[in-house]
């Protein structure tokens, strides 16, 4: 099975930025999509960033033009680019792998808390 694991998770200020990473333990070069979802406390998940097979990305309004997501095919990774973090921002980030099996595997998530 595959096991997804996030890291870059952090506190920052208001404006600033930052990276995170979600490796993953099995082969993830074949996939019907890949992403980044949020939960910020007393709210269900919602998606983040999402990065289809054929390349297309798709972004919450919210973030778009903020955020970025891409992947490292040869060593198994997904990030995600975050910048001018507002404070609104603070959740906890999941990542999200939905396989060519139509099996979808989640992180434990990584904390991003921002301060205004």
């Known amino acids: 099975q595959v096991q997804l694991v996030e890291s870059g998770g952090g506190f920052v200020q208001a404006g600033g930025s930052l990276r995170l990473s979600c490796a993953a333990s099995?082969?993830?070069?074949?996939?019907?999509?890949m992403g980044w979802y949020r939960r910020a406390p007393g709210k269900q998940r919602e998606l983040v960033a999402v990065?289809?097979?054929?390349?297309?990305?798709n972004y919450a309004d919210s973030v778009k033009g903020r955020f970025t997501i891409s992947r490292d095919n040869a060593k198994n990774l997904v990030y995600l680019q975050m910048n001018s973090l507002k404070a609104d921002d603070t959740a906890v980030y999941y990542c999200?792998?939905?396989?060519?099996?139509?099996?979808?595997?989640w992180g434990q998530g990584t904390q991003v808390t921002v301060s205004s």
């Open positions: 999200y792998v939905l396989s060519t099996l139509w099996n979808d595997y």
């Open positions: 099995g082969s993830i070069t074949s996939f019907n999509a």
């Open positions: 990065l289809s097979s054929g390349g297309t990305t």
